[in-house]
């Protein structure tokens, strides 16, 4: 595998809507929401009345007041992703998974076969990418452990002209699609899922 180990630092962001007032049953696709944990017009109160006893417990574990702040607002976004959600009577239960670096953060919500993301800072380059296919796929109960096994040639330059990065990881007789997007200058994401690709539907969540 010949690939650039330098950092992604041309990285386009993508610039995502408003979500619908109503959402529906993801179906086969991944609604993909992103949000700024940092937004000062978010009430931190309000999001703690949303969370469970259990996460209210992690939350309150945190010695570090922004991280407590922080991960409170995740924890209740990931519910309004759950609970945004309009299904019909009897449906399956709907996946929400989350991943968080810094004030960055992003939920998917999906039906199906598990999706796993990971956030990576564009600084730490291809291999970054690589580590954090490896991370996304361990979050989607894969198993993959070698970052080798992930041809991240001409990541880079996708990126940069604004496009998502597929990238197609096979582990252990299994197939596992990875998609790249730009978040931000300086942060991708890094979305995986086994079997067929699956559309990701994306929006920005605001205060």
């Not at 931190?44 to 607002?73: C, F, Q």
């Not at 239960?93 to 039906?111: I, Q």
């Not at 580590?131 to 940069?160: F, M, N, S």
Request: glycine share 12%; aromatic share 4%; hydrophobic share 45%.
């Amino acid at each position: 595998m010949t690939a650039t180990f330098g950092a992604l630092w041309r990285v386009t962001p993508r610039v995502w809507p408003s979500p619908p007032g109503r959402l529906h049953d993801p179906g086969g696709d991944v609604h993909v929401f992103r949000a700024d944990l940092d937004d000062p017009r978010r009430n931190v109160d309000l999001y703690r009345l949303m969370l469970a006893d259990a996460e209210l417990r992690r939350v309150d574990d945190v010695g570090h007041p922004h991280t407590r702040r922080r991960l409170s607002i995740a924890f209740g976004l990931a519910r309004i992703t759950h609970a945004a959600h309009v299904l019909a009577p009897g449906e399956a239960a709907l996946d929400v998974v989350s991943a968080r670096l810094g004030s960055v953060a992003v939920f998917a919500a999906s039906r199906g076969p598990r999706v796993g993301m990971a956030l990576v800072p564009a600084a730490a380059g291809t291999r970054g990418v690589a580590l954090a296919a490896l991370e996304a796929i361990g979050h989607a109960k894969g198993r993959a452990t070698d970052p080798d096994a992930v041809d991240t040639a001409g990541v880079g330059q996708t990126l940069a002209r604004g496009r998502a990065a597929l990238l197609r990881v096979e582990v252990g007789g299994s197939a596992w699609n990875v998609q790249v997007l730009g978040l931000a200058p300086d942060v991708c994401l890094v979305i995986a899922g086994p079997g067929p690709l699956r559309t990701l539907r994306c929006w920005a969540l605001g205060a």
